[in-house]
């Protein structure tokens, strides 16, 4: 190559070179520039693609994030507080929302690229940044539109209420604990710290139940008080006291309870008055002293009695008794307290064992355990001086040997006394030589039923206390024997010009002596200090001053 041609290659390899770099250092230049007011490619921002973006764009696009921002608040639902509800949403409008210092965060991230480098950035390789954009908000904002929920001033929402004693439950004969129940109004003042804690951490939903910000019941289904005031109650209400009243059975249980005790002003309650009556109406039906029965005889006959023998309840005392055992919940057996002596057991009832003492026939029928064990006359009070033996229903007092019976004008010794009214009682009488017949009309006792002394043993082997004694007269004309011999005699003289002879026995036997007995019953047979009948054959007696205390103050 000559000369000149290697000038000339050399010359146009310069210009060649410089135009190259001229380009070269162009493209450069411009991407330089381009990259001092951008983002490199591949560069995020909190999950944004800032890509070829300007600083200013990337606030532009963070900020604008917010304005779809929504916190949801749930709670109680105020109608349902047992569910959950959406109660309210805020919005960054709602509290004048916004980030704080975007601006400043992306321009610390942006001053961290070198434009001058922007050649070596690989374009398939991200590069995040990231930082916490602050919020604020506008609080009394916040608090105004929390306090306008219906939560918070709803006229649905519901407060909570306390636990308490149902009424009384019948078919369960019980009080219940019902449970307290919870309550859905809000109290914003203890929500609100939760829900601008999730407004700076750009929740999107916050449930406020753990916050306290629910107003509790008071009282709770555990409540040591109220659990004790109900089992004071249901104690009251499970008591059963199942009573044998002198013979009739019954039970003081839920009938009686449901209606006696109640819960007033907070405290369980017994009407006692309403206790003090029931036993009042007890003794009224149940008590057999004074009562009448009728009483079928040997002879076939009913004769009406009255019960002057048997315990006779005190409704005071056994209303108090009553009251306690229903206070501490008892569940027991029951005879209601006797005004008389403890030491009999008397319930008006006849049973299988009794002694059946005719005084219009003067006979006396003993029965035991089901059999007619004996017969006998006897001899009762005398008619004529007006100490007539009462008839009724009695039952002994108990039995003695070897006894004295004293009165005003006598004095006698007995083997076998064994008293059942008073004064009145059964005993052997060996002054007398017969027994039966009208004696008892004019040359009777002093009121007391006078037995054969061996007959009068076999009875006391048998008799203990409380074993029935029923004295009756036939009403007049009533007598089944009358009837008997009369129909016997009229048969014996019919025809025989005789035909007034039936007559003339009936009135010999029942007629006139009927009557006296009849009138006789109220006469003056004696009375006790206290007024209590006695008979004079027992007025008094020698050996021991309890004997004597039971003859005076026993009904018997």
């Known amino acids: 190559m000559s000369k000149k041609k290697l000038i000339i290659f050399i010359l146009i390899s310069i210009l060649a070179v410089a135009v190259a770099g001229s380009v070269i250092g162009t493209f450069y230049f411009r991407g330089v520039s381009r990259y001092k007011e951008r983002f490199f490619k591949g560069t995020r921002i909190n999950g944004i693609d800032c890509s070829e973006l300007s600083p200013e764009d990337v606030c532009s696009i963070l900020d604008a994030q917010i304005s779809d921002y929504v916190l949801e608040v749930c709670g109680r639902d105020p109608k349902s507080p047992q569910e959950v509800a959406v109660l309210g949403r805020i919005t960054p409008k709602d509290v004048a929302l916004c980030r704080k210092d975007t601006a400043r965060f992306v321009e610390q991230i942006f001053q961290r690229q070198n434009p001058y480098e922007w050649y070596k950035v690989d374009e398939e390789e991200w590069r995040d940044y990231t930082f916490r954009q602050e919020i604020s908000f506008e609080s009394e904002m916040l608090k105004a539109f929390v306090d306008s929920w219906e939560a918070c001033v709803g006229n649905t929402a519901v407060e909570p209420q306390d636990a308490y004693l149902s009424e009384y439950l019948p078919e369960e004969n019980a009080y219940r604990v019902i449970p307290d129940t919870i309550g859905s109004k809000m109290d914003s003042h203890k929500a609100l710290p939760a829900i601008e804690k999730a407004l700076y951490s750009m929740e999107n939903q916050v449930d406020i139940e753990c916050t306290g910000c629910y107003n509790s019941a008071k009282i709770k289904a555990d409540d040591e008080a109220l659990n004790a005031l109900a089992d004071q109650l249901n104690s009251m209400l499970g008591a059963t006291i199942h009573y044998n009243w002198y013979g009739t059975e ?128 006897f001899v009762s009070g005398d008619v004529a001086t007006g100490h007539a033996t009462p008839e009724g229903i009695y039952a002994v007092t108990y039995k003695q040997k070897n006894r004295v019976l004293r009165g005003p004008d006598y004095e006698s010794f007995v083997y076998f006394w064994m008293p059942f009214y008073g004064g009145y009682g059964m005993h052997d009488a060996t002054w007398r030589r017969t027994f039966g017949g009208s004696i008892y009309l004019e040359n009777g006792s002093h009121g007391c039923v006078n037995l054969p002394k061996k007959i009068a043993e076999k009875i006391y082997g048998c008799v203990e206390t409380g074993f029935p004694v029923i004295c009756y007269y036939y009403p007049q004309g009533k007598n089944p024997k009358d009837r008997v011999v009369a129909e016997a005699a009229g048969s014996a003289v019919t025809g025989d010009g005789q035909g007034n002879a039936g007559q003339v026995i009936n009135e010999s036997l029942a007629g006139n002596a009927g009557q006296a007995v009849n009138e006789g019953l109220a006469g003056n047979a004696g009375t006790a200090e206290n007024g209590d009948p006695i008979g004079s054959d027992g007025q008094t007696e020698e050996g021991g001053d309890q004997t004597e205390e039971n003859e005076i103050r026993g009904r018997w």
């Open 250 to 377: 019954f039970t003081v249980g839920r009938e009686q309870l449901g209606e006696w005790v109640s819960l007033q002003e907070g405290e369980p309650v017994l009407d006692e008055e309403a206790v003090v009556a029931f036993v009042k109406e007890a003794k009224k039906q149940y008590d057999p002293y004074g009562h009448s029965y009728l009483f079928r005889t040997s002879l076939g006959a009913e004769v009406k009695l009255k019960v002057k023998s048997g315990w006779v309840s005190d409704p005071e005392k056994e209303a108090q008794e009553l009251i306690a055992l229903i206070k501490e919940g008892a569940v027991t057996e029951r005879r209601p307290v006797s005004s008389t002596q403890d030491y009999v057991f008397f319930d008006g009832t006849i049973g299988d064992s009794y002694a059946e003492v005719d005084l219009t026939n003067q006979h006396m029928y003993f029965y035991y355990q089901g059999e007619l064990f004996l017969e006998t006359d």
